[in-house]
């Protein structure tokens, strides 16, 4: 088991400057000249700020020049002219994970670590993503997909009637997109739907009500470096509340982690297999997170999959990485070499 401190203070919205490398060694390779995307206008402005202070010192140890910016009127000038080895987004929500953004940096030609836009808009969309790895063979929970407008104009209580009528039991109500568990309400009530709702259109136009898949929640990081996409081992997570909320992720001793999952030999397998597939499924690259709920008889259902997952020092990656006996800098020091030889 793994216990998190959060000793670090809450970075201020300036994001720009370089961080000096310790001079590279022999065995660490020629530095690279990098620059970490984080903040954005997105909800999860802050955990990107998070995240990215992290990326920053992980490759600062593994000897980079490491620049840390804001995306920000300024940004696409700056990359033009500057022209860094590689960028490293670390950006949460629509700034960095629906693909708009990527797809302009491949129009600069600066290689970056992580999906192109187009496997990143295939995730970023959890209908979308979700039917396509239910069509590979993974198991996906029962939902259904509403918009906004058409919530109104078909009737609130009529809707919630045939929500309820089609899907029986506990449900979960989300934004279609987004990610932190921002606009997420676990429903054991009827009375409690249409507030649910109203919270889940709150961050998004488009709902997903799913029937909950009560077990083992658990997060599988997906690395590809060069040699192929790999499973790092399963995270558990255990809230202390039992819901895995964004207070839950974010704030120290709010939930439990177990790096590696307490699963045994076989289920470990079963979500390694199902992530990787998931993972080349959405068509995404270099790292991913997939998030999965393990039942009572050892099923993964798959939940969501994130192509810029959290990296804050209360994320599950690092987590997943120290399980596999490898460091943060040592993983994010072989994505960047591997997206600046990929040009």
Known sequence: MSDFTDASTEPDANVSGATPAPEATPEAGTALDIVVLAGGISHERDVSLRSGRKVVDALAEAGHNVTLRDPDATLLPYLAEHRPDVLFPALHGSSGEDGSLLDLLAGLDVPHVGSAGAAARRAWSKPVASSLVRDAGIAVPASIVLS???????????????????????????????????????????????????????????????????????????????????????????????????????????TTFFAPARLDAEVSSAVAEAAVLAHRTLGLSDLSRVDFIIDSEG???????????????????PLAIEASDRSVPEVYDALVRNAARRG
């Open 148 to 254: 906004h407008e058409s919530f109104r104009e078909l009737g609130a209580p009529s809707v919630l009637r045939v929500v309820q009528r089609a899907l029986v039991g506990d449900l979960v109500v989300k934004p279609a997109s987004g990610g932190s568990a921002q606009g997420v309400t676990i429903v054991a009530s009827p009375d409690d739907l249409p507030r649910a709702m109203v919270d889940a259109f709150t961050y998004a136009d488009v709902a997903v009500v799913e029937q909950r898949i009560f077990g083992t929640e658990v997060a599988v990081t997906v690395v590809d470096s060069g040699d192929g996409p790999q499973a790092l081992p399963p995270v558990e997570i255990v809230p202390t509340d039992g819901v895995y909320s964004f207070q839950a992720r974010y704030n120290a001793g709010e």
């Open 299 to 317: 099923r993964p259902w798959f939940l969501e999959a994130n192509v810029v997952p959290g990296l804050t020092e209360t994320s599950l990656v």
